[in-house]
């Protein structure tokens, strides 16, 4: 398939830039994959559409401040996004124009702390702190790395609203954000309709937001990402795929998780990485309900919806969720897919 037929038109003032003023006002999309019905509801109203007994999987990754500006050579600024530590001072990171820097640039940071450019793999670079960063440094002189697509900077709100109020697991370079929906009353009021709840932890990198370059979506290579799933979660999982029940991932992070530490024996409990890319023609193991946003054209991730639910039917229910004036993306609306 072409990356080409995976794109929509979006009025760039549906491109939502900050989040609603309560979690759980955003509008929802309901689609029902039996029948191709669509339904308009509110989040806060995902208890009538959540079936008792339903097992709902959510990531309690937690973003730390991994948006960082240092100073070049000869000065200018670059932007760098940290994505995973490897050892005590060396950091994987991506960077904008990147192609300005060389190996062996040292890069100016706050603090009187210095970057080295290391070699660069793929579409990420490492850089070589001294001395070595924290996450108390992080916290201090970091940003809330949001997304390109929202064009302003990040505010004291976001380092709140662009976290789950269930982030838990440091080690995330983007929220997971069909999280950022739920609050703990929607959680108890699931609880109360008989839903269960469960936790994975997958920390989101390049692997999650790396946009898709190539002419086609097969010829796309997936960035590692590191998961890990608790005792409990595989007792609960399968016990609901045992009893028929079904399991609710809420988000694609969980959906990538849950597909790939699912074996013989069910789900596998304990660490793991993961590099799966879920294309149409994909049969899902364990996920039989999604909850999710609204995803940019072009993008793994609405390739994995698009695996779920069918090509042709999410482009269809995107031009609807356009044409009805639904908010896209990280801050926006959601869909929940029975």
Not at 31 to 39: E, H, Q
Not at 169 to 193: D, I
Not at 255 to 271: D, N, Q, Y
Request: net charge neutral; glycine share 10%; hydrophobic share 40%.
């Amino acid at each position: 398939m072409k990356t080409s037929q995976l794109s929509f038109d979006l009025p760039e003032n549906q491109i939502a830039q900050s989040p609603l003023a309560e979690r759980d006002a955003a509008r929802l999309l309901v689609l029902n994959r039996s029948t191709g019905k669509v339904f308009h509801s509110e989040v806060k109203e995902l208890v009538r559409w959540i079936e008792p007994g339903t097992l709902l999987v959510l990531n309690d990754t937690r973003v730390r401040k991994a948006r960082l500006f240092g100073t070049r050579p000869g000065g200018g600024t670059t932007e760098f996004i940290l994505l995973a530590r490897e050892g005590l001072n060396r950091w994987e990171a991506i960077a904008g124009r990147a192609g300005r820097l060389k190996r062996g640039a040292v890069i100016g940071f706050p603090e009187k702390v210095t970057g080295i450019i290391e070699v660069s793999e793929g579409e990420s670079l490492f850089l070589r702190f001294d001395p070595p960063i924290d996450e108390a440094w992080l916290e201090r002189n970091g940003h809330v790395p949001l997304p390109p697509y929202i064009r302003r900077p990040d505010l004291p709100a976001d380092e709140e609203r662009y976290q789950t109020v269930y982030a838990r697991a440091l080690g995330s370079a983007a929220a997971p954000t069909a999280g950022l929906h739920f609050t703990a009353r929607l959680l108890e009021e699931l609880r109360a309709r008989g839903a269960g709840i469960a936790w994975v932890t997958l920390h989101v990198g390049l692997g999650t937001f790396q946009p898709i370059r190539t002419e086609n979506i097969e010829d796309h290579r997936m960035h590692e990402e590191l998961y890990e799933v608790p005792a409990a979660t595989k007792a609960l999982v399968d016990a609901a795929a045992r009893d028929g029940r079904p399991v609710l991932a809420v988000g694609t992070t969980v959906v990538r998780t849950l597909e790939s530490a699912w074996g013989k024996e069910g789900l596998r409990e304990g660490e793991g990485r993961t590099r799966i890319y879920i294309t149409p023609g994909y049969e899902f193991k364990v996920v039989r309900r999604m909850f999710t946003n609204f995803h940019t054209p072009g993008s793994s991730l609405l390739v994995l919806v698009s695996a779920f639910a069918g090509t042709k039917r999410i482009l269809d229910v995107y031009g609807e969720a356009v044409r009805q004036g639904y908010r896209f993306f990280s801050y926006g609306d959601a869909m929940l897919i029975e």
